[in-house]
C-alpha cells in the first residue's frame, strides 16, 4: 500500500509537472496566439483599408471608364461629323473645279466669240465705209448729172439769148485763168496737201481726199496750188472724213486737175 501511495503520489507529481509544464507551454502558445491574432487583426483591417482604398479607386476608374466612354462616344460624333463635312468639303471642291473648268471654258469661246466678233465688226465697218462711201459717190454722181442738166439748159438759153443779141468780142469771151506763177512769198499760207480724188470740169465739182490732221470748213474758199501754181479756186461744200466736196470757180486750169495729184492749199 505504501508503494502504491507512493506510486500514486509520483505520478500526481509527474502529473502537475506536465501540466505546468503544458501550462506554461499553453501560456506561451497563447500569447503567440494573441499575437499573431492582433498582427492579423491589425492585417485585416490594413487589408479593408486597402480594399476600401480599392474599392475607392475601382468606383473611381468606373466613372473615368464611363467618361472616356462619353468621351469616346462624342469624339467619335465629331469625327463622323467632321468626315461628312469632309466628304461634303470634297464634294462642293469638285463642284467648284468643275464649274471653274466650266467657266473657263465659257471664258474662252467669249474670247473666241470676242474675236470673231471684233473681225466681223472690223469688216462690217469696213463694209459700211465703203457702202456709205459708194452712197456719197452716188449722190455725187447724181448730183453731176443734175448739174450737167442745169448746165446743158443755162447752155441752151445762152446760145437762144445769143441768137438774139450780137456776138461779144473775142476779148469779152476769154475767162481769166489761174495758171499765174506764185512767188513764195506770195501773201497767204502754203499749207495742208490735199489729193484730188477725182474733178468734172464740166459739172464744176471737185473731190478731193484730205491728208491727215488738215482742218476746214464748210465755205471756205481756197486756191490750189501745184508747183508753185496756182491751178484753181474751190469753195468747200461737203467734208467728211474720207473726202472733201467742192465746187470749182470759174478761171480754173481744168489740165490740172487730173485724179491722183497732190496739191497744196492757199488760204
Known amino acids: 500500500m505504501k508503494s502504491l501511495s507512493l506510486i500514486l503520489r509520483i505520478f500526481a ?8 509544464v503544458l501550462f506554461f507551454i499553453a501560456q506561451g502558445k497563447l500569447k503567440e496566439k494573441e499575437s499573431e491574432l492582433t ?12 480594399l476600401s482604398s480599392a474599392n475607392d479607386e475601382i468606383l473611381q476608374l468606373n466613372k473615368n471608364l464611363l467618361q472616356s466612354r462619353t468621351d469616346l462616344a462624342s ?3 465629331a469625327l463622323d461629323s467632321l468626315r461628312s463635312e469632309m466628304f461634303t468639303a470634297k464634294q462642293e471642291i469638285t463642284r467648284n473645279q468643275t464649274q471653274i473648268k466650266q467657266a473657263q471654258n465659257e471664258i474662252n469661246n467669249l474670247q473666241v466669240d470676242l474675236k470673231n466678233a471684233r473681225s466681223k465688226l472690223i469688216q462690217a465697218e469696213r463694209e459700211m465705209a465703203a457702202i456709205d462711201q459708194s452712197d456719197e459717190l452716188s449722190a455725187l454722181s447724181d448730183r453731176v448729172e443734175e448739174l450737167e442738166e442745169e448746165k446743158l439748159g443755162l447752155e441752151l438759153a445762152l446760145k437762144s439769148t445769143q441768137s438774139k443779141n450780137p456776138k461779144p468780142s473775142e476779148k469779152s469771151n476769154r475767162m481769166p485763168t489761174a495758171s499765174k506763177s506764185i512767188s513764195k512769198n506770195a501773201h497767204g499760207i502754203l499749207g495742208e496737201e490735199l489729193t484730188i480724188a477725182t474733178a468734172s470740169p464740166k459739172s464744176g465739182i471737185i473731190v478731193l481726199n484730205p491728208a491727215p490732221g488738215v482742218t476746214l470748213s464748210i465755205g471756205d474758199k481756197l486756191d490750189l496750188v501745184n508747183d508753185y501754181k496756182s491751178i484753181a479756186k474751190v469753195e468747200l461744200t461737203k467734208i467728211t472724213n474720207n473726202y472733201i466736196v467742192a465746187n470749182i470757180m470759174p478761171g480754173a486750169n481744168n489740165k490740172e486737175l487730173n485724179p491722183g495729184t497732190v496739191v497744196r492749199i492757199l488760204r
Open 13 to 20: 507529481i509527474i502529473a502537475a509537472i506536465c501540466a505546468s
Open 39 to 50: 498582427n492579423s487583426i491589425e492585417a485585416q483591417n490594413d487589408m479593408q483599408i486597402e
Open 75 to 77: 469624339s467619335k460624333g
